[in-house]
């Protein structure tokens, strides 16, 4: 064990648990020894400690990328209140690697402590992954594994970790590499479920940028066929921020209690997935790069395309829409102006054409979730 940390509390209230105590018995056809040593290990791996006095002086290091994302929030009195009686379960969509960033910093920015970040293992290599696992609290987690003795192991960590944080995870899993907000994935939400606590509540949280930093990287993919290593995403996305200027939208949703899921129950814990997930894409700011890039044809006039922005804007009012801007004219300025910075649309005296057709579907998938469906939407 490298940490002598790892014997005390957290560490040992995981293995005091009932499932793990079955684990170290052995189980899934391993001698107990190698269990023991298995779980050991796993816990090892997610040993994260949270250094709350460095946590702030991380804005000057990466202050070259910050700086060019002004951070928005709205209702974060919800969190304000939820946090003087409730463990808080932050569940947001992921939508850039900056999300790491912004979201904590936010609270930060409004006195409320950040909380434990559960990230892919990927972000753990080198001094970022230092810097995950002694200052900024992260856990690393393996994604997509099904070897039950990891899973058993990260849920009672989880669960134990609860009792005495907050967690912020993002309930796509990984980001979202077409643009669409993505199905949820149920595996820390059922960890939580599991810690059994009366007063955890999970607060649904929607990020949403005008332009997404790494979106030529993420678009060009359209799906995760396999893991890229960080520091070649970290290099390519430092030559992506020269001339970067965007928003950032944090929006924070009503919590939504527990008591009412069982965990025992496979449907109770998709449904409480799902109602969650169906929150942040209500909660999700609709911009204006968003918005031209639903309503743009190959293509059009600008007064054909404010017509189409105009009849989403229509659309979007009648659902309750967390709409950004509610002039047609208005959106068309500003999304055409920064796509067409961005290289995506070429904007002429009279007429808007599309540069790049991948990141233009890319940033109209943002909003597919608001609208119903049309096949001849780009």
């Keep these: ?87 808080i379960i932050y569940a947001s969509n992921h939508r850039s690697h900056t999300d790491y960033l912004v979201e904590p910093l936010l609270l930060d920015d409004h006195g409320i402590r950040p909380p434990i970040t559960a990230a892919g293992i990927n972000l753990f290599g080198g001094p970022f992954g230092l810097i995950h696992r ?57 960890a939580a479920m599991q810690a059994g606590l009366p007063d955890v509540v999970v ?70 997935a799902h109602v969650t997930r169906d929150a942040i894409g209500r909660l999700y700011k609709v911009l204006p790069t968003a918005l031209v890039s639903a309503a743009m044809k190959p293509s059009l006039t600008r007064r054909d395309l404010e017509a189409r922005v105009a009849t989403l804007l229509d659309g979007l009012a009648r659902i309750q829409a967390n709409i950004g801007v509610r002039d047609a004219r208005q959106a068309v300025e500003e999304g055409v102006a920064a796509l067409d910075r961005r290289g995506i649309l070429h904007a002429e005296r009279s007429r808007i054409r599309v540069r790049d057709r991948g990141l233009l579907k890319y940033y109209a998938r943002s909003i597919q979730h608001l609208l119903p469906p049309a096949p001849n939407r780009t």
């Excluded at 849920?155 to 912020?168: F, H, I, P, Q, S």
């Excluded at 396999?226 to 965007?246: D, I, K, N, P």
Aim: charged content about 30%; cysteine-free.
């Design 203 to 272: 607060i649904p949280v929607a990020i949403a940028y005008d332009l997404v930093l790494e979106d030529r990287i993420v678009a060009r993919q359209g799906v995760k066929r396999r893991q890229r290593a960080f520091a070649r995403e970290l290099a390519e996305m430092a030559t992506m921020a020269v001339g970067y200027r965007s928003r950032a939208y944090v929006v924070f949703g009503d919590p939504i209690r527990l008591d009412g899921y069982a965990h025992e129950s496979r449907r109770d814990v998709l449904e409480l």
């Design 1 to 87: 064990m490298s940490h002598p940390e790892l014997l005390d509390d957290i560490t040992r209230a995981v293995l005091a648990r009932d499932e793990v105590v079955r684990l170290l018995q052995g189980t899934h056809g391993e001698s107990a020894p190698v269990s023991k040593e298995r779980v050991h290990a796993y816990i090892d791996e997610l040993y994260t400690t949270q250094r709350y006095f460095l946590y702030r002086a991380l804005q000057h290091p990466l202050y070259p990328i910050l700086r060019k994302i002004k951070r928005i929030v709205e209702h974060i009195e919800t969190v304000q209140a939820a946090v003087q009686t409730s463990r």
């Design 134 to 190: 002694h200052v900024t609290g992260a856990i690393p987690i393996r994604r997509n594994t099904k070897d039950p003795i990891y899973l058993a192991t990260l849920k009672a960590y989880v669960a134990e970790l609860l009792r005495r944080r907050d967690l912020l995870f993002y309930i796509e899993g990984g980001r979202s590499y077409s643009g669409e907000l993505k199905a949820p994935k149920t595996g820390l939400l059922h």
